[in-house]
């Protein structure tokens, strides 16, 4: 009695805070928008608009660590802080059940208005470009017809099945917290706490358990999507519209609901650290290990230059024997997990440790890799780690949002963030590429699998040598995170090297980051035959942007939009 009191009593609490909140800033904007227009006139008036604007960029631009640490890290920390007990509180409750038909009728209202005034534009959820994870500022937003298709709760859950069913804003973290006291996780559980599961499903995830389990999309059992119609279908494996929804970045129809396999967790992962001090040698073991009958659970590499690395593998674990070490790596002020491995490298001698799950998961979430370095170059140092560790790691969304031009010029020009996904027989070559064209280490490898679907096969292709619906053929991804090490460094250049080379051995792009290639090659490299199918079924051509235009290099690196003549549409 007492639950279902509170049940009724926390939404009425919710929606009195929500409506205190909203008075708060009907008074507080008009003051605020008064002082704004006195200081800009005040400004105009004195000519100190210029100035005070080039110095505010000046410091985004050459003191951003000290922005990060001042401003990014204690609101980062804050809005954790606040999501987590609010998603306590949801789950509890089972609040976000209750609200999804809400939601689910404001986004198809949202879609018929669209209809109804013509379809004057092409459609796009409403999620600001600061907010995703990735390098792209996504400014094409901003002239097309936005729906506010934030769902960030999970629904239900099915024991019985083994089904977890969830909105698409519902990110890693989440499901780790909701999942792992239940004894249970996701086959795949990307690294970054940040990533939500309708950008893995739209985009694609993958984790070093890709090579038993496949990406993302192969642990999804069935989809719920608002179709340009303005009608909701529920899709699963059988139907088409099912598998062109991966790597389609939100161009076929609104993701409102997945549905999740699941399997069973254990309490530890036994992870093993294995040096290696060739190039030759890291392929030579990797390929054994990948291409094992019985793989272990988890396999990815860290490669510290071309000659110079670590393997690593896991498996599940429910209790430490007899002497056995357990790491709980996330703690505040210990190195971050690439360092730690680096430790096992220059030492060149094996490890064995046991590694909480949960920390297992997040082992790259403090140091975002190693990115994190790039904008705080003293986050090593133990001093830090002791005094500020416990408030990383600062939100990717939040760093981006205080992004100069500038900066973003610099990045453009001087940085790479780059996954090359291609056949495991091929991992020598790639390895050597980027030495060659980029040089950028910590290089990270992480081996997945991709499978045959038969009639319905999606953007990526079926693996060559594979015959009929099911077989399966092993990749491995490489990817850059950092400043490129090479002399007279052509980003442009550089990077379509290696887009010609993945598409001439049946290799692909991870296109979280934005491509150099043509629209031609673009779709050489990815096949669009069900894809244009499914969006010439349901208008989704006339309803939507084409993929390629989401992740072309030319419309993603300023932060202005190129409206082209078009508004906004709201």
């Given at each position: 009695?007492?639950?279902?009191t509170?049940s009724h009593?926390l939404p009425l609490?919710?929606?009195?805070v929500?409506l205190?909140?909203s008075?708060?800033?009907?008074v507080?904007l008009?003051?605020?928008?008064?002082?704004?227009?006195?200081?800009q006139?005040?400004?105009?008036?004195?000519?100190l608009?210029?100035p005070?604007?080039?110095?505010?960029?000046?410091?985004?631009?050459?003191?951003r660590?000290?922005?990060?640490?001042?401003?990014?890290l204690?609101?980062s920390f804050?809005f954790?802080?606040?999501w987590?007990?609010?998603?306590?509180?949801v789950?509890?409750f089972?609040?976000?059940?209750?609200?999804h038909s809400?939601?689910?009728?404001?986004?198809l209202?949202?879609v018929?208005?669209?209809?109804?005034?013509?379809?004057?534009t092409?459609?796009c959820t409403a999620?600001p470009?600061?907010?995703?994870?990735?390098p792209?500022?996504a400014?094409y937003?901003?002239v097309l017809?936005?729906?506010?298709?934030?769902?960030?709760?999970i629904?239900?859950?099915?024991?019985?099945?083994?089904?977890?069913?969830?909105?698409?804003?519902?990110?890693?973290i989440?499901l780790?917290?909701?999942?792992?006291?239940?004894g249970?996780?996701?086959?795949?559980v990307?690294?970054?706490d940040?990533?939500?599961?309708?950008?893995?499903?739209?985009g694609?995830?993958i984790?070093?358990s890709?090579?038993?389990?496949?990406?993302f999309?192969?642990?999804?059992v069935?989809?719920?999507?608002?179709?340009p119609?303005?009608?909701?279908?529920?899709?699963?494996k059988?139907?088409?519209?099912?598998?062109a929804?991966?790597?389609s970045?939100?161009t076929?129809?609104f993701?409102?609901?997945v549905e999740?396999?699941?399997i069973p967790?254990s309490?530890y992962?036994?992870h093993?650290?294995?040096p290696?001090?060739s190039r030759?040698?890291c392929?030579?073991?990797?390929?054994?290990l990948?291409t094992?009958?019985n793989?272990p659970?988890f396999?990815?590499g860290?490669?510290?230059?071309e000659?110079?690395?670590?393997?690593?593998?896991?498996?599940?674990?429910?209790?430490?024997?007899?002497?056995?070490?357990?790491?709980?790596i996330?703690?505040w002020f210990?190195?971050y997990?690439y360092?730690?491995c680096?430790?096992?490298?220059d030492?060149?001698?094996?490890g064995v440790?046991?590694?909480?799950?949960?920390?297992y998961?997040?082992?790259?979430?403090r140091?975002?890799?190693w990115?994190?370095?790039d904008?705080?170059?003293?986050?090593?140092?133990?001093?830090?780690?002791?005094?500020?560790?416990?408030?990383?790691?600062?939100?990717?969304?939040f760093l981006?949002l205080?992004?100069s031009?500038?900066?973003?010029?610099?990045?453009?020009?001087?940085y790479?963030m780059?996954?090359?996904?291609l056949?495991?027989?091929?991992?020598?070559?790639i390895?050597s590429l980027?030495?060659?064209?980029?040089?950028?280490?910590?290089?990270?490898?992480?081996?997945?699998?991709?499978?045959?679907?038969g009639?319905?096969?999606?953007?990526?292709?079926?693996p060559?040598?594979?015959?009929?619906?099911?077989?399966y053929?092993?990749?491995?991804?490489?990817?850059?995170i950092?400043?490129?090490?090479v002399?007279?460094f052509?980003?442009?250049?550089?990077?379509?090297?290696?887009e010609?080379?993945?598409?001439k051995v049946?290799?692909?792009?991870?296109?979280?980051?934005?491509t150099y290639?043509?629209?031609?090659?673009?779709?050489?490299?990815f096949?669009?035959?069900?894809?244009?199918?499914?969006?010439?079924e349901?208008k989704g051509?006339?309803?939507f942007?084409e993929?390629?235009?989401?992740v072309?290099?030319?419309?993603?690196?300023?932060?202005?939009?190129?409206?082209?003549?078009?508004?906004k549409?709201?």
């Amino acid at each position: 009695k007492k639950m279902t009191t509170l049940s009724h009593i926390l939404p009425l609490i919710e929606r009195i805070v929500g409506l205190a909140f909203s008075a708060f800033l009907s008074v507080a904007l008009p003051i605020f928008q008064r002082f704004s227009q006195l200081f800009q006139a005040f400004l105009d008036k004195s000519g100190l608009r210029e100035p005070l604007w080039n110095l505010f960029v000046h410091i985004l631009t050459h003191y951003r660590s000290l922005l990060v640490i001042t401003f990014v890290l204690p609101l980062s920390f804050l809005f954790d802080l606040f999501w987590s007990l609010r998603t306590r509180y949801v789950n509890k409750f089972h609040y976000g059940s209750r609200q999804h038909s809400a939601r689910l009728e404001e986004i198809l209202q949202r879609v018929q208005q669209w209809n109804r005034e013509g379809k004057k534009t092409k459609m796009c959820t409403a999620r600001p470009g600061w907010m995703t994870v990735s390098p792209r500022h996504a400014q094409y937003k901003n002239v097309l017809f936005t729906v506010d298709t934030h769902l960030p709760n999970i629904l239900q859950l099915d024991r019985e099945k083994m089904i977890l069913v969830t909105e698409p804003s519902v990110n890693i973290i989440q499901l780790l917290d909701y999942l792992l006291p239940k004894g249970l996780t996701l086959p795949v559980v990307p690294e970054m706490d940040e990533l939500t599961v309708g950008g893995l499903v739209n985009g694609y995830g993958i984790e070093a358990s890709s090579h038993k389990y496949g990406l993302f999309n192969e642990i999804c059992v069935a989809f719920e999507v608002v179709l340009p119609n303005g009608t909701i279908k529920r899709v699963t494996k059988e139907d088409r519209l099912f598998h062109a929804i991966p790597w389609s970045f939100g161009t076929v129809g609104f993701l409102t609901a997945v549905e999740l396999k699941l399997i069973p967790a254990s309490k530890y992962v036994r992870h093993r650290y294995i040096p290696v001090n060739s190039r030759q040698e890291c392929v030579k073991l990797w390929t054994e290990l990948q291409t094992r009958p019985n793989p272990p659970e988890f396999l990815e590499g860290i490669m510290y230059s071309e000659h110079k690395g670590v393997v690593l593998t896991g498996d599940f674990c429910d209790a430490p024997a007899q002497g056995e070490k357990v790491n709980h790596i996330n703690r505040w002020f210990k190195p971050y997990f690439y360092m730690h491995c680096k430790s096992f490298s220059d030492a060149n001698k094996e490890g064995v440790e046991l590694i909480p799950l949960k920390d297992y998961y997040r082992r790259h979430v403090r140091g975002i890799f190693w990115a994190l370095k790039d904008q705080i170059p003293v986050c090593n140092h133990w001093l830090f780690r002791w005094t500020l560790g416990w408030s990383l790691p600062p939100r990717v969304a939040f760093l981006k949002l205080i992004e100069s031009e500038a900066m973003t010029q610099f990045y453009e020009e001087n940085y790479v963030m780059q996954d090359l996904l291609l056949p495991l027989e091929r991992m020598d070559d790639i390895i050597s590429l980027c030495e060659k064209e980029l040089a950028v280490y910590p290089l990270w490898l992480c081996p997945f699998r991709v499978t045959n679907t038969g009639k319905y096969q999606g953007k990526v292709r079926a693996p060559k040598g594979t015959k009929k619906e099911g077989d399966y053929a092993q990749f491995v991804d490489a990817a850059t995170i950092g400043e490129p090490g090479v002399k007279h460094f052509d980003t442009e250049k550089s990077i379509q090297k290696m887009e010609d080379y993945l598409r001439k051995v049946g290799g692909f792009q991870g296109n979280y980051s934005y491509t150099y290639q043509s629209l031609q090659d673009f779709r050489q490299m990815f096949d669009h035959s069900l894809y244009d199918q499914v969006r010439a079924e349901t208008k989704g051509d006339e309803a939507f942007p084409e993929s390629f235009d989401k992740v072309t290099r030319k419309n993603q690196w300023s932060k202005k939009a190129q409206s082209n003549g078009q508004k906004k549409k709201n």
